[in-house]
């Protein structure tokens, strides 16, 4: 089902997804937002409600169209959502938050360069920054979308972070990951000038995240 009785178990986890985003420091108060796909379209959060009070049926059914079924509006940054699910069918949960170390870095304007090597998680040598657009455009959808090219996470200027998984629990630990990237950066950048990795060792390091953490199946 697409409308609002259906998808109980995945509507339900988002909203644990949204609590553990505030719990975990990732996000504060009503900011932030989160999708995951289904058949038809995608779940999304609605707009300006405290994650504490959500329930299933205030999750947000939205069409790729951009029409949605339900009792509530959805985020205001749909169109980031529904852009990054139409263009990378890859990715089957979308996270937007405002952490404070990658939006500390976003207020300058400045990317994570290649200064850990976990970096690549994000899929990359860095993480980008996308240049400032009013939030709720068309036109900030576009400059995410391009800053995510090749990449699962990005920093919004002047704003907060995105990033993109499988699914929820991915995009979950992903973001925390980039978050904590965002702080060990910033507090170098107090001391000094970071040294980077170069290319090619950022290239290896690339490559060996494509079985980074898997583990052998059962015997």
């Not at 940054?77 to 990715?91: G, M, T």
């Amino acid at each position: 089902m697409s409308g609002e009785p259906g998808h109980r178990a995945l509507r339900e986890a988002m909203i644990e997804t949204c609590r553990k985003m505030n719990a975990s420091g990732l996000n504060q108060g009503t900011s932030g937002n989160l999708s995951q796909r289904v058949d038809g379209g995608f779940l999304l959060t609605p707009t300006g409600m405290d994650y504490d009070v959500l329930v299933p049926e205030d999750i947000v059914f939205m069409r790729l169209d951009g029409s949605h079924e339900g009792r509530r509006a959805p985020s205001s940054e749909w169109q980031i959502h529904r852009d990054l699910l139409a263009a990378k069918p890859e990715v089957g949960a979308v996270l937007h938050a405002h952490s404070m170390f990658c939006t500390t870095l976003a207020c300058l304007h400045r990317g994570i360069p290649p200064f850990h090597y976990m970096v690549s998680a994000a899929g990359g040598t860095d993480v980008r920054c996308a240049p400032y657009a009013t939030f709720g455009t068309p036109e900030l959808a576009r400059h995410v979308l391009e800053a995510l090219d090749g990449r699962k996470a990005c920093l919004m200027g002047n704003h907060g972070m995105v990033a993109v998984g499988a699914d929820l629990p991915k995009v979950f630990k992903l973001a925390v990951e980039v978050e904590t990237l965002a702080a060990m950066y910033w507090r170098a950048l107090q001391v000094g000038t970071p040294v980077l990795l170069d290319d090619a060792e950022m290239a290896r390091v690339l490559e060996k995240f494509k079985t980074y953490g898997q583990q052998p199946g059962p015997r």
